[in-house]
T-cell receptor, first 118, second 110 residues
């Protein structure tokens, strides 16, 4: 099946610094990528939808100036957490919508990035 | 997209079939039922999806009731590696976003 990678898998940063997380589709082109956040023992919460070459669409309550998303190519989207605070510590997961197989709308998820802000 | 309701947790003996229910009573005619699972500290993994017919693949079977208001994911011979949180999601095929509910935490017991 299609593979999505994330880098880094874990990152620890100090409060006030910025952290960039990369999401790559390795064997397919993804016109649309999605970013999720997951707190411990909670479900995935969609943060934003990222379309290649255009501005990301953010879910209600997600600060676009804090979570910068850049979808520069059909295989790469980046999420930058700016001025990180301890409450931003979470598991960040991306997914990519792959090439169509009929009308199936499958999404392929990355392995996630564990962010810890100290 | 329709909301789904799943039991918060279930246990299953290793080697037995695991039957995970999902209620989606407000599902619309053009909405599909998707199942994903998430093993601890990993990204979600696609399992199966369907519209109204029952579906089977190498991982599982999906049984959708005739009125489409509920479905059951069946893992025919559960193994310890199937311990995970299982999410049932109902979504229009033309819509992009997946909205995850709370899922069912399945524990396979030796």
């Amino acid at each position: 099946g299609a593979v999505v990678s994330q880098h880094p898998s874990r990152v620890i940063c100090k409060s006030g610094t910025s952290v960039k997380i990369e999401c790559r589709s390795l064997d397919f082109q993804a016109t649309t990528m999605f970013w999720y956040r997951q707190f411990p023992k909670k479900s995935l919460m969609l943060m934003a939808t990222s379309n290649e070459g255009s501005k990301a669409t953010y879910e209600q309550g997600v600060e676009k100036d804090k979570f910068l998303i850049n979808h520069a190519s059909l295989t790469l989207s980046t999420l930058t957490v700016t001025s990180a605070h301890p409450e931003d510590s979470s598991f960040y997961i991306c997914s990519a919508k792959g090439g169509a197989s009929g009308s199936v709308d499958e999404q392929y998820f990355g392995p996630g990035t564990r962010l810890t802000v100290t | 997209d329709a909301k789904t309701t799943q039991p918060p947790s279930m246990d299953c003996a290793e080697g037995r079939a695991a039957n995970l229910p999902c209620n989606h009573s407000t599902i619309s005619g053009n909405e599909y039922v998707y199942w994903y699972r998430q093993i601890h500290s990993q990204g979600p993994q696609y399992i199966i999806h369907g519209l109204k017919n029952n579906e089977t693949n190498e991982m599982a079977s999906l049984i959708i009731t005739e009125d489409r208001k509920s479905s059951t994911l069946i893992l025919p011979h559960a193994t310890l590696r199937d311990t995970a949180v299982y999410y049932c999601i109902v979504k229009r095929n033309t819509g992009n976003q997946f909205y995850f509910g709370t899922g069912t935490s399945l524990t396979v017991i030796p």
